[in-house]
């Protein structure tokens, strides 16, 4: 496939930061507040800060107007606890509320619009509901009108001015490309990504353009796809695969329906989250101050398969599994590669091309059990009675020792497992052509073993069929997917090692 345009280098764009460029200015306004835990703080954490403000500045009114009311009144300063106890369940009620109201959502940040209005209605809501529960709970008595009065009064002004320097700050931090939103390819029409700039992206949707593919058609389309299109968009897939981003967005007009029905089927074989932007009109909408949306303003066209979090206990229990394992059996791996080598010529592993996770590729290892090394466009699967076979690789294939080496390719990260076994890459072209759903296996990491071979689909699949069962168990298993199913799946494969059901 001949690269389609990318529109990337084209654009003349001052970079503020947001493709890791090493500025080395001096933060201004209070930015350099943000960075506390890197050079970059993450667009998703920006609202749990300014959370965390607003509870810290609630709590700490409430303490200090309770103080300077009873040292004005009384002399003295007595009952801290109570009084910051009610700050932090004020805290909580106000976080809370501002929350579930899109007061946090970025979009309202990047607004010029003036909050002291909101904050004034929230606030009171708050003082409202603080005050009925301290009557419910009987312990308005603790609290005098003085002090809440004083308290409410401090809360309000300085929750006025941390929204401002809240904002103040975010906005400076763009400026200077200390905020990293989502690492994204942006594919779509020419007009609908010149009409996107960098710092929209940002600020209204949390993305970081890592590149922008152009689909060279305009309007709305055919019932198939161009071939440039087709082009732009196996484009997208390797830049997404090779850079490593966190999803593919879409900028594409809304009225061209059946063009993105097309480009979401094609975008199936990614495991990556694929989002559809607002176009020009859209846009135009949401910026007018007369309407109002809802707080999203794209569309998930596709979700990712497992969360940031199931992907990282996964992992976790694979390099422990596969740590585990090696040791274990690492004196039943020694005598094996010397059997290999004393059985017959050649190398001790055979190691071949297969596609991993987002149809990465990576070299798969196993103890060599074949007299050939096959790994080009054909590859003949093992057969009953395969007279390339050897005499010792009956024996591996039979007992699946010949896996034991892929435990390697689980502490590489390249492999899980459990997952969708990788299949030569000739027989994924094969059966990518011929099987609709077929790609979908690479949404997730191969596995050493996984739902289908426990399910009997297991050895030479002679018939579509029979793929098409593996391939049906290996999708069950992606939308289905819990660490108590992987642990039931290993506990199942030991008795299908046992059985040796077709196994050849």
């Not at 507040?33 to 959370?51: C, E, T």
């Not at 409410?152 to 904002?167: E, P, Q």
């Not at 422990?320 to 094996?336: E, Q, V, W």
């Not at 108590?484 to 040796?500: A, G, R």
Request: with cysteine; glycine share 8%.
């Amino acid at each position: 496939m001949v690269p389609q345009e990318s529109i990337t280098d084209a654009l003349v764009v001052p970079d503020k930061g947001l493709r890791g460029s090493q500025v080395h200015e001096t933060p201004k306004n209070g930015s350099w507040l943000l960075p506390a835990l890197g050079r970059k703080f993450p667009y998703a954490a920006l609202q749990y800060l300014l959370m965390s403000v607003d509870a810290a500045v609630i709590a700490f009114s409430s303490v200090a107007g309770g103080a300077l009311y009873q040292i004005a009144a009384n002399g003295d300063f007595k009952s801290p606890e109570q009084l910051l106890g009610a700050g932090i369940m004020s805290a909580l009620i106000y976080v809370l509320l501002g929350h579930s109201s899109g007061f946090y959502d970025l979009r309202a940040v990047f607004s010029r619009r003036k909050d002291a209005a909101r904050i004034f209605l929230q606030w009171s809501l708050v003082i409202l509901l603080l005050s009925q529960l301290a009557f419910l709970m009987k312990v308005g008595a603790s609290f005098s009108r003085g002090s809440v009065l004083c308290y409410g009064t401090l809360a309000f002004c300085l929750l006025i001015i941390s929204r401002r320097f809240s904002k103040r700050l975010v906005l400076s931090a763009v400026s200077e490309g200390r905020v990293q939103g989502r690492a994204t390819v942006l594919l779509g029409t020419r007009s609908e990504l010149a009409a996107l700039g960098q710092d929209e992206l940002l600020e209204r949707f949390g993305l970081a353009e890592v590149d922008r593919v152009t689909l060279s058609s305009e309007g709305v389309g055919g019932f198939s796809m161009t071939e440039d299109e087709e082009s732009a968009l196996e484009n997208a897939l390797s830049i997404a695969r090779d850079r490593g981003v966190d999803e593919i967005v879409l900028a594409l007009p809304w009225n061209d329906t059946r063009k993105l029905e097309l480009i979401r089927d094609r975008l199936r074989v990614s495991p990556l989250p694929v989002r559809l932007l607002p176009d020009r009109r859209i846009r135009s909408v949401a910026s007018n101050p007369s309407y109002r949306l809802g707080k999203s303003l794209s569309v998930e066209v596709q979700r990712g398969p497992l969360s940031q979090w199931e992907q990282f206990a996964k992992r976790v229990v694979d390099v422990i599994g596969a740590s585990i394992g090696l040791l274990i059996l690492a004196p039943l791996m020694i005598l094996t590669a010397v059997a290999v080598k004393l059985d017959s010529p050649g190398p001790v592993f055979f190691r071949q091309k297969r596609n991993g996770f987002n149809a990465k590729q990576f070299s798969i290892f196993k103890f060599r059990s074949m007299t050939v090394m096959e790994d080009g466009v054909v590859v003949t699967q093992a057969q009953r009675f395969d007279p390339r076979v050897t005499r010792v690789g009956k024996v591996l294939r039979r007992s699946s020792i010949d896996e034991i080496p892929q435990l390697l390719n689980v502490l590489l990260g390249d492999m899980s497992l459990v997952g969708p076994r990788p299949h030569a890459l000739a027989h994924d072209d094969h059966y990518g052509d011929l099987l609709s759903e077929y790609a979908f296996r690479h949404h997730v990491k191969p596995g050493i073993t996984g739902w289908a071979q426990v399910r009997g689909y297991r050895g030479e699949t002679a018939k579509v069929e029979q793929m098409k069962g593996r391939v049906d168990c290996d999708i069950w298993y992606i939308n289905n997917w819990t660490l108590t199913l992987d642990i039931k799946i290993i506990m199942m494969t030991c008795f299908e090692v046992v059985h040796n059901r077709n196994v050849y």
